[in-house]
């Protein structure tokens, strides 16, 4: 007997766990057991779905992949709460993830792969390439693992942590699926936001599905010149073409376009910088999120200081422009997405 590719019963939808159990011989109705077991009381293992028979646990766990991520490590902010996770997947490979407590709810950032191919010039996650996209199983259980582990609902999920979620369209799309499904976590699409460095086609194929989903792009520069600087991608999408899939985008959707803006100093945070970035958003219905840039050691790109962030966004707001300070979170435990993964592959 060869070997069987084991096929991952979390990425399904319950109505394709129904036509699977269905080709093992079992009543499609089943998957209205199985299903809460895996997306709602987020169980470990086969064995403990106790409603379903000896027989039917023994063929699934022959035949079906579990994907259950194992806690690493965890750091606790003492600050604000903010817990970083890091986990390991069945084939060895780290992820991160980010739990942050907010007045509104708990909201968690994901990965999207493990490592990153984009090569944004200030991010960890990239250094040392990708080595593959994440299965809409593990990206859900990133976030069920949370739970778990606090004992409190999570309410939003932001797609911000290591990877490029466009970058691994189909597993992204049916993550988005299965967590905003009724019979799973049923996360309003209004509380998940994922985050783009810009692949155009991706964001235009997410805007013809027309979810209810926040896109936010990592724009970081206002001019096409000073972004290829700082990200690779836009030797491929240019920065026009990224504005006009972001139109695109609320013009199908409805949803306004978050724009996240990395302040490095003496590079992007120019008085001049402020007003060539309010007119290339000008008529975009939009939210610009400031955030000065967290410094990673294998790079020399220094965090604006608090007055120029300030006087930014004041700038901005002289234009009529929506924008916000993003608050540092878990400062006291190492800021930038993709250290914690980095640090424990060099040790
Ligand atoms: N690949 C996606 C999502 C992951 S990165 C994207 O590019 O949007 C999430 C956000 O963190 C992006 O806006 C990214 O540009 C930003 N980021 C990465 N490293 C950073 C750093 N060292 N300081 C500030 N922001 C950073």
Known sequence: MGIIEKKDIKSWNQEELGEFLVTLGEKPFRAKQIYPWLHIKHAASFEEMTDISKKLKQKLSEVCELTVLQKVQVQCSQIDGTRKYLFALSDKNMIESVLMRYQHGNSVCISSQVGCRMGCRFCASTLDGLVRGLTPGEMLDQIYRIQEDIGERVSHVVIMGT???????????????????????????RNITVSTCGIV??????????????????????????????????????????????????????????????????????????????????????????????????????QSSPQTVVNFKNKLEKYGINVTIRREMGRDIDGACGQLRKRWIER
């Open 201 to 302: 086609p991706n964001m235009r194929r997410l805007a013809d599905e027309q979810l209810q989903i926040t896109l936010a792009l990592s724009l970081h520069a206002p001019s096409q010149e000073k972004r290829l600087k700082l990200m690779p991608v836009a030797n491929k999408y240019p920065l026009h073409e990224v504005i006009e899939a972001c139109a695109y985008y609320f013009a199908k959707t409805g949803r306004r376009i978050t724009f996240e803006y990395s302040l490095v100093s003496g590079n992007n945070d120019h008085s001049e910088d402020a007003d060539k970035l309010a007119s290339l958003v000008r008529g975009l219905n939009c939210h610009i999120n400031l955030i000065p840039v967290n410094p990673i050691e294998e790079r020399d790109y220094v």
């Open 163 to 189: 990877g490029e979620p466009l970058d691994n369209y189909d597993n992204f799309l049916k993550f988005v699926e299965l967590l905003s499904d009724e019979h799973g976590l049923h996360i309003s699409q």
